[in-house]
């Protein structure tokens, strides 16, 4: 028994060794882990999040590789090489950009867990909508245009604003909201400048506001699932300086339940009967639109980004990362407590969000004290004074982050949005000074 981690996020809050051995609130006794703990990792994203370069010793691991990137071409044959020298038998990936190839490292060994069909349809937009609309799950217009002319067309059918992303695309990353012809055209232009691409999705913009259900499934079974509502535009990561806040929905909000039972819907369009996708983590947006419709964007068979671990821990004491680790590692979940509803999903015990602001480019010149106030759950600094950063690179290039809790919505946004303002008023970024280098860390 051994696992293979592909692990794309900061280090410091995953101790995987930690989690297997039982190290976590509800798993009872600690019971070490018997096999070998392999992980390539990312560093640029442990580096992005001002975290020290993690050895193996240090974290009890067998092996640790560290790859500027895991985008790196590299990376699938060296996994595959070390899976069989560790003879490993579960795969473990928590990144959207990850879970394919863990996907494919198990079907190509003969391993439990998810294989590629199984993930295929939370990877594919293209096939995600349209299993979606099959089973009468309101999707917006899309298409996948070979090439530039059908990707006007579908603009001129459906009139701007349209939007362009990448059919296997996260974090909001090569995401454009297109809003007039001039920029159409220069956009078509550029995307399809080598030639035709079957792998770019146009969708019919949809107004609203974005909302998002996270959850947890247990051997196939919904056990805990909320959903909140950003209070700002994914897309607007590198322009926007502010505090961007992100809350739960009270118990009593009409669009708690629609919320819920859309996405029980979703995931059961998703994962027909045979799937290997037994427990997982998922984390669906939906766009709520002025005239109260309910329009899939689209889902993930893992867990969100930011913070929202950290929220779903504070309303249901259930640490995600800890559940899906195990799950993958074929290995006992810690025990979930707590009042069920009438669905039988859990109850959550009060109101949590998040307010984050992102990197900007410069050098940092101040940074905000770490709040003392008892309701603040965790706050997370990714830079360093006298630091030079670049600007966000995606919709989870955070600079700072913070989860808060209350018995209420109402109370929750009023705190976030008071503590969001003065973490951005004691944030200081400069330009960079002529004598010092940009790529400056």
């Known amino acids: 028994m051994s696992v293979l981690v592909l692990h794309r996020n900061p280090f410091a809050a995953f101790p995987y060794r930690r989690w297997l051995d039982g190290d976590a609130p509800g798993l009872g006794e600690r019971t070490p882990y018997p096999g070998d703990v392999v992980v390539l990792a990312a560093r640029d994203k442990i580096l992005s999040a001002g975290e020290p370069l993690p050895s193996a010793a240090d974290h009890d691991l067998t092996h640790l590789e560290l ?29 959207e950009a990850d879970i394919a190839l863990a996907a494919r490292l198990r079907e190509r060994l003969g391993l439990d867990g998810a294989w590629s069909a199984d993930i295929a349809p939370f990877r594919d937009k293209a096939l995600m909508k349209s299993l979606a609309r099959r089973a009468g799950i309101e ?50 232009a550029r995307a399809y400048r080598d030639g035709p691409r079957r792998d770019l999705l146009i969708e019919a913009y949809v107004p609203g506001r974005m909302c998002h259900v996270d959850g947890l499934v247990v051997d196939g079974r919904t056990v805990a699932a909320w959903p909140s509502q950003y209070q700002y535009d994914l897309a607007s990561f590198g322009v926007d300086p502010g505090p961007r806040v992100d809350l739960t929905l009270d118990v009593d909000d009409p669009l708690t339940p629609r919320l819920l039972a859309l996405v029980e819907r979703t995931l059961a369009a998703l994962k027909p009967a045979g799937s290997r996708l037994r427990t997982h983590a998922f984390h669906a947006e939906v766009f709520h639109t002025p005239d109260d419709r309910l329009v899939l964007c689209e889902i993930a068979c893992r867990s969100g980004g930011a913070k929202i671990r950290e929220v779903f821990e504070v309303l249901f004491g259930i640490r995600l990362a800890v559940h899906v680790t195990r799950a993958e590692a074929g290995l006992g979940l810690p025990e979930v407590h707590g009042a069920v509803d009438e669905r039988g999903l859990l109850r959550p015990r009060g109101m949590s969000g998040q307010v984050l602001t992102m990197k900007r480019p410069g050098l940092v010149r101040s940074l905000p004290a770490v709040p003392d106030e008892e309701w603040v759950r965790g706050f997370w600094l990714f830079a360093e004074e006298g630091q030079v950063i670049a600007p966000a690179s ?48």
């Not at 701007?160 to 159409?184: A, C, F, H, M």
């Not at 995606?394 to 969001?420: H, Q, Y």
């Open 67 to 95: 790859f500027d990137t895991l985008d790196d071409p590299a990376v699938p044959s060296r996994a595959l090489a070390l899976a069989e020298r560790h003879r490993v038998t579960h795969v473990i990936a928590h990144h």
């Open 139 to 188: 999707v917006a217009a899309h298409a996948v245009p070979p090439h530039a002319a059908e990707a006007r067309d579908f603009a001129a059918r459906h009139g701007l604003p349209v939007v362009l992303k990448n059919r296997e695309g996260y974090n909001s990353i090569g995401l454009t909201v297109v809003t007039d012809q001039d920029t159409l055209e220069s956009q078509t």
């Open 394 to 441: 995606g919709s989870a290039d955070f600079l700072t982050a913070t989860v808060g809790s209350a018995p209420t919505r109402a109370e929750c946004e009023r705190r976030l949005r008071d503590l969001g303002a003065r973490v951005h008023a004691a944030t200081k970024i400069v330009p960079v000074p002529e004598d010092r280098p940009a790529d400056a860390s």
